[in-house]
């Protein structure tokens, strides 16, 4: 077991939490991601692999599939993105690899990404400020792919629907942060 | 006394009464006054001085059309010039002050230019400025600006912000008088994602304005029991002080809500007003119309304004601008005010009505058939004189005049997108016509139905239409009885005059001023409009477009219609710079990406310096050093000497993966890929279509089928968007996949002679790191620090015996901090930019600016890289002949004859006595810096030839730091050409 300790995308050995008017955003590191992409020819089966490993379908466009352990959200034509809880599954990029043998590319994606789960009733409000999105309309398991302030961001609705779940880019992860809090602020 | 024109009733809040200021006199106001109303309560008239003549102006209306009442707000930071003080919302300690005047408001000494009227009609900058040329920019345009009447900045920044946002719904409701409130209660009970703006803060409309009943109550109270009913509605957003300021493309609108103007100082953290952006699938503009005004001579004295304005003052805020008011109307709607005003105890002098057949009341005197050949009173209408419609002249006392000519619908919107109204004869008014804004439908008074009956009705029939559009079965609410007045109006637009008649008050444009313009041939309307300034003020000529279009059309001989319309474009209102930029300012105009050890990088005193969107650590001071050299010349001399670190995760990585990624690769660059074995890297040479260098990196294969390549800093994005581009419009059948990793992994340099002794201390026993194990050019996936998965890459862009070691981000901190640790026996230094600039300088390696989208292969010395026995993007292209002269720029070194010179990047090189010129230019410096290795200034360059001038002593001239002298052209390699240390 190595002994190199992680730190937050903002930068603090613990997560940050901010609350604004009943609507928390938090810093949530605990999330292992990797990106499965279908190889030529074998999309098919990548497919079957992924719906046998959600217990169900792979997520079609704008749709993201919530179940545990692993969840996934479209991202593209034939290429999706995994996410499992990070304490168990660290090692996701092997993990999927294992499964998915030679149908599909698998890339870890775990720190390219900074993610904050917001909830709360006022969620809406604030995405409003935030993005281009119709957020009225996004229902528990749409996932969409935006800006937030020049900052390009996967946007998720999850279960329940006052709960959303924000990636974005983890080396901007403080200016994304900023404009979140700023915008709760604004807007709650 | 206290607001002495103050009448009983209106829909202001009595109970709350303001103090506010407006230049040197505290006057009261009550909730719900705008700051027009509230000085009018309190007998002021006066509130601004015209643009151009500096003539004595108070509001001719009670909205946004405002041209007169242009004041400044507030003060200090908050101070905001230019503000229509007819939708000012007054609050307590309201500050205001006119502009536009010297001394004051009341004795301006800029009026003299209203004597001097004679020399400034339309046109007169463009005749009497021509003259000497030189002194436009210098004397005429000073003077005139200081002259022009326009309020002053703080010059201050403003330190409120301003918020950007997006709404969406099926249907835009765009104003909400009874039409858009009919329209509104139509979807939202259909069940419609509606959103409703209206620019007041008490939504109604003419609801708010007028006096008749509405399903058996005033329309007031109607209009905010709808509007309660609308809030109560979950798929209804109401959104009143919201101005929509633009049609755009794919029914998108802009929208500014005013957030905090009605407050002293915003609330923490909200906004003073947010742009929004509204994504709708259907609007219907229910704008309304405005009235406009008769032209006639000094009909622009303070008191003078819209009789529909006169009615609305009295009627919603309780105020008369005076005691003694005459009418002035060629329609019905005239004599509205005349009975409103008498039934608020308001003394209505006179109605003068240009129809012979104008109504007759008991309540009042009618002149018919009359109209007003002169006013009187130079700060305020003190008298009117009245040409008698069978002759004669009778002048009548009065401080007020309200004028109705007739009432214009609000087509602005409908324009936005190059639709063009079309004049309707009976209303003698322009009415939406045209290719309107997809999407866009108009009701209600905006397409010239004028009685409230009527906007109801048309109001509930285009939702029902929008919504059956949208294939949304809607219930037809039930409306109320209101009035169904027709319109009377007989067309009158100017009183004839020899003298001055105001068109367009705001920019000072008369009568005469038009005619002037079709005298001097300026016959097509848009001549017309920029030859006089006709309705290019920031009221975009709402109150005066029509009546200059008919003085137009008079003159010309023609019909109005013939005259045709100028355009309207956004914003429909004025708009505040400041809700445009919206949080994009100062820090905030763009996002800042941190390396992993940015933490670790402050805790250390570290500059940093913007590359990109990147912050790098540029030099690490130490305790006595006062000067960057000193802590780069340090940097540089110990990662020569033992070893050093840098923050390199800023460079781009892309995951390339597939059965075909090598095939891909070797087509992505111009240089051989296909056949690098696993656990090798490469240098790539990147070319562009044109055949010109795109960019460089490494590709590390990691197994068969995966490769990590590496861009430059500042082609991360550009590169993987052009792989993106190749792989899925030019090789469509590649088995390839691309994903970038520059974010998921920490990357540092570590180089020097003691890197590979300190990376041993690093990496988990079992990896051998031995030249022959792991040598220049390979890379491996290791484990670090007791099972950290790592990726090892042997290169060295310092020269040195290098690596770089790459870990997931989040550990990225703590390999920092590990390495600093378990170097501290070599002393290990933490190097930055400045010091990775001069170490690849003095090894001659490339970088973004030698890479400068200008150059070639073959600039570059990397001619033979691009592979003639395979295809490349932009090989083909690199051979055309211009690009392969004999006399082609190469990449040198030059270091200066005298070793005490520096060598400023950017100067030219010329031979060595040849004049400076243009012609005689040889090259030019990219990089440069001061080697503390060598002990000199060094730099590489671009030299015609220069391959074959080794040796050669020429000119380098830098005009814009004054450098020339000699320099000697030497070999790109400074230091260690054979690269015996990289592969220690």
Redesign the interface.
Known sequence: ?????????L?GAEARIDT?AGVTLTEN?GLALA?V?A???QETACRAHLGELLEGSAPEPGKTVLHDPEASFWMAPD?WMVGAPFGTHE?LAAQLKARFCETA?I???????VCFDMRGDGIEAVM??C????I??MQTGDAVRTVI???GVYVLRRDPANWLRILG????????H??LV??M??AL | MSQVNRLDGGLIDRSETYSFRFDSTYHKGHKGDTLASALLANGVRLMGRSFKYHRPRGPMTAGSEEPNAIVELREGARKEPNTRATTAELYDGLRAASQNRWPSLAFDAMEINDLLSNFFAAGFYYKTFMWPAAFWEKVYEPIIRRAAGLGSLSSQDDPDDYDKGFLHCDLLIIGGGPAGLAAALTAGESGARVILCDEDFLIGGRLNFETYDVGGQSGAAWAAETVARLQTMPNVRVMPRTTVIGAFDHGIYGAVERVSDHLPVPQEGKPRQILWRITSTRAILCAGATERPIVFENNDRPGIMQASAIRAYANRWAVTPAQQVAIFTNNDDGHRTASDLVSKGVEVVSVIDTRQDALISTDYDVIAGGVIDQTWGRLGLKQIEVKMPKGGIRRIKCGALGVSGGWNPNVHLTCHQRGRPVWDEALSAFVPGGALPPGMTVAGAANGVFSTHGALNSGAETAKAALSDLGMTSKAPTLPDAEDTPVRITPFWHVKSAKRAWVDQQNDVTAKDIKLAHQENFRSVEHLKRYTTLGMATDQGKTSNVAGLAIMAEVAGKAIPEVGTTMFRPPYAPTAMGVFAGRAWGKDVRPTRLTPSHKWAEEQGAVFTESGLWLRAQWYPKAGETHWRESCDREVLQTRKSVGVCDVTSLGKIDVQGADAATFLNLVYCNGMAKIPVGKVRYGLMLREDGFVMDDGTAARLAEDHFVVTTTTANAVGVYRHMEFVRQCLCPDMDVQLISTTEAWAQFAVAGPNSRALLRKIVDPGVDLSNDAFPFMACAEVTICGGLRARLFRISFSGELAYEIAVPTRYGDALIRRLMTAGEEFDVVPYGLEALNVMRIEKGHVTANELNGTTTALNLGMGRMVSKTKDSIGSVLSERPGMNEEDALKLVGLKPVDLSNNVPAGAHLLTKGAKVTATNDQGYVTSACYSPNLGHHIALGFLKSGDSRIGEVIRLVSPLTGVDHEVEVVSAHFLDPEGERLRA
């Open positions: 077991m190595h002994d190199l300790a992680p730190l937050h995308a930068g604004v590191m990106s992409s190889r030529k020819g290429q090692d590319s890339t870890e994606q775990t720190d390219a990404w409003q400020l993005a281009n999105i119709d009225e309309r302030h020049y900052m880019s983890r080396s901007s992860a403080g200016s994304l900023h404009a700023t915008a602020k604004a």
